[in-house]
Structure formats: C-alpha cells, structure tokens
C-alpha cells in the first residue's frame, strides 16, 4: 500500500495529512519561542525595575544620612551654645552673690577696695549679649530638599520601554 503525505516529527506518525500538520507543527513551536522571547522580555523589564527600586532606596538612605548628618551638626552647635549661656549664666549668678555678700558683710574698707574690680568685672558681664551670641552662633536653619523631577511627567515609564516592531514581508 502506498503511503502519501511524510513523517510528521511533532507527532511522530505518518500521516496522509503531514503537510497540515508540519505546518500546525511550526506554528507551536513559533508560539514557544515567542513566549520565551516574552518570557526573556519579561525578566528584563523585572531586572530593570529592580535596579531602580535598589538605587532609589539607596539614594533615599544617603539623602536621609546627609538629613542626619546636618541634624546632628546642628544639634551640636546648639549643645555648645547652651553651654556658653549656662557659663555666663553661672558668672552673673557668682558675681551678684558675691558682690550683695560684700555689701551685707563687707566693710566700708572692704567695699572701697573691690569697688573697682567690681565695676570692672560688671563691664565685662554687661558686655556679653547673650541674644546677639546666639543668633551669630546659631545660623538659621536653612536646609531644604528639592524633590527629583522623574515622576513631574505622567507619559514617562520610571523602568524603561517596551516597543513591538513589527515585520513587513
């Protein structure tokens, strides 16, 4: 008996409609490499968004580090300041004390003799502008964040583009 048609390697039969079937054959397999091509697509557009989200919160740890960085520069500047104040602060104390001790207990003789180092150091505590030493010690807090300007345009895609090219036969 004579046989037409071929032997059909997607199914592994001969058939008298192999001609058909290698051609539903080339289709499945052009399906497969499609869906693989896809597939390969699909793992880069992956990759590529988990590149931008790594370097997005890398970005965002160094931008909140330099914000930490100056926070505690400031916090310092402070600290120092406020001990400045509490050093003048303990001064005026000292000295009021010890100048009303000198005028309750103190002798005319006494009084005469520290009359002038008192006015003295009375200058010197007078002098000392405790609102001016801190304003020129303490500059204005005069940090800003400027926000990136990826996501001012709603047409752009953060991770990339997919384009279809197709084909003319």
């Known amino acids: 008996m004579h046989v037409r048609g071929r032997y059909n ?3 592994g039969v001969l058939s008298y409609h192999a001609p058909l079937r290698y051609r539903q054959c080339d289709y ?10 896809l597939a390969g697509i699909e793992d880069e557009i992956n990759t590529s968004a988990d590149k931008s989200i790594a370097a997005i919160r890398r970005d965002r740890e160094k931008l909140l580090s330099e914000a930490e960085s100056i926070k505690q520069k400031q916090v310092k500047q402070v600290e120092t300041v406020r001990q400045e104040v509490e050093q003048y602060a303990t001064a005026l104390e000292s000295f009021t ?19 002038n180092s008192l006015h003295e150091r009375a200058d010197e505590l ?3 502008d405790v609102i001016g030493h801190v304003d020129s010690s303490l500059p204005p807090g005069n940090v800003t964040f400027t926000s990136s300007t990826l996501l001012d345009r709603e047409d752009r895609n953060l991770v990339g583009t997919v384009t279809e090219v197709l084909k003319v036969s």
């Open 126 to 128: 007078m002098k000392f």
């Open 9 to 11: 390697s997607c199914y």
């Open 28 to 37: 499945y397999y052009y399906c497969a490499l499609r869906d693989l091509h």
């Open 97 to 115: 004390r010890y100048s009303e001790t000198l005028l309750s207990r103190g002798t005319a003789c006494d009084v005469t003799r520290s009359a």
